[in-house]
Structure formats: C-alpha cells, structure tokens
C-alpha cells in the first residue's frame, strides 16, 4: 500500500527565508507526486507536479527516488504562500490520490 | 469554464440519519472521486466512478455509498450518521478514467457536514 508522510503540521517562516516543505512517499512502482494548496476559504488547487518539472509562484519540487521524497522548496516566503500544502501520490490506480496530512505553512512579517 | 459544483455547501444533521451530497463535475469530465477531510485523518479517498461504474473505493464501512449518472453528475450518501462522520466532503473531477500524464485532478469547494 502506499503512503505519504508530512512531518511537519506547520512551518513558520518569515518573508523572504527560504521554504522547504518535506514529504516522503512509501510505494514499490514509479508513482507520480503532486502538490496541492489550498488557500483560505478557498478550494484545493493543483500547485504542481513533478513530471512537469516545473516553477510555480516560485515554487519547485524535485521527485528523488533514493530517498523517495518530494520536497516542495522556494527561495523566498511571500505572504501570499501562507496556506495549507498537501503532498499526494497517485500509484496507478484510477484517479485516486493518496494524501499526506498535509503541513500549515505561515509566513510572518 | 465552470469549476467542480457540490450541493448543500453547508448542512446539519443527527445521529442516525441519512444524508445525501451532490457534485456537478467540469463539463466534459467523465471521472468524479469523493474524499473526507477531516483535522485528525486528513484527506482520504471515499470512492471514484467513471461512467455510471464505481472504479476504485476506500477503506470506508457500507454506510457510504454512492452512485454517478448518465451526465457524470454524482451522488454520495452516507446512512446511519455518527458523530466521527463531520467532516468537509470533497468531490474532484478529472477528465480520463485515469490519471494519466497531463490529467489533473479537479476539486470542488467542498460540502462541510455537522453531525449533531
């Protein structure tokens, strides 16, 4: 079965530090990764996934095998990242996502 | 484009009744899945139905149950309401039965239930 692991509930920063928030995955094929955010009062929204390889509001992941992680970073906290970020893995299996926990990122002033 | 539509957004029921929540899928999406989200579980996959066919479930007890139309609109009931089931319900729509490279999954706002 596959699993995703946020160990992080929340993760204070303050603007401009850098951000990276951690996941790690449990699964024995080539799963895909994703992140999603969801804003306050606001709905889930894709943020990125890692066959795109691609930049977000600033924010990358690379999927690393070894240590099966998939670890969201950004250089510089802005107040508007200040959100909640779940990590996700799809196995496989028609279009079920399997979610982490999920980690509170605040950015402060 | 109109995003994923779910009805009541809001509702209150008591222990021991039924409840039924509804999702009205992207326009041209055939795949609608349900999840629970609460504080303590996080996210967790309910069930996914892609043309009329449940394709994938949960490990969720027979109380919940749903069903998609001909229209990939989609129903999920949950029967014998306890209190553990508050919780926000989630549908999500994607365009292919599988979440293929390129698919992504679409999410709604979500039907928050209180189970009093």
């Known amino acids: 079965a596959q699993r995703v692991t946020q160990p992080e509930k929340l993760l204070s920063v303050f603007k401009g530090a850098p951000v990276e928030l951690k996941c790690n995955y449990s699964?024995?094929?080539?799963?895909?990764l994703f992140w999603y955010v969801q804003y306050s009062r606001q709905r889930l929204q894709l943020l990125l996934r890692h066959i795109s390889r691609e930049s977000i509001k600033g924010f990358t992941a690379d999927l690393n095998k070894g240590e099966t992680s998939f670890h969201l970073k950004k250089p510089f906290a802005q107040e508007e990242d200040s959100a909640m970020y779940y990590c996700a893995l799809w196995a496989g299996t028609a279009s079920k996502l399997t979610f982490g926990t999920g980690t509170r990122l605040q950015v402060t002033l | 484009k109109a995003g994923v539509t779910q009805t009541p957004r809001y509702l209150i029921k008591t222990r021991g009744q039924q409840v039924t929540l509804s999702c009205s899928p992207i326009s041209g999406h055939r795949s609608v899945s349900w999840y629970q989200q609460t504080p303590g579980q996080g996210l967790q996959f309910l069930f996914e139905y892609f043309s009329e066919t449940q394709r994938n479930k949960g490990n969720f007890p027979g109380r919940f149950s749903g069903r998609q139309f001909s229209n990939s609109r989609s129903e999920m009931n949950v029967s014998t309401l306890e209190l553990g089931d508050s919780a926000l319900y989630l549908c999500?729509?994607?365009?292919?039965?599988?979440?293929?490279?390129?698919?992504?999954?679409?999410f709604g706002e979500g039907s928050w239930l209180t189970v009093v």
């Open positions: 999500a729509s994607s365009l292919g039965q599988v979440l293929k490279s390129g698919n992504t999954i679409y």
């Open positions: 699964y024995s094929g080539s799963p895909e």
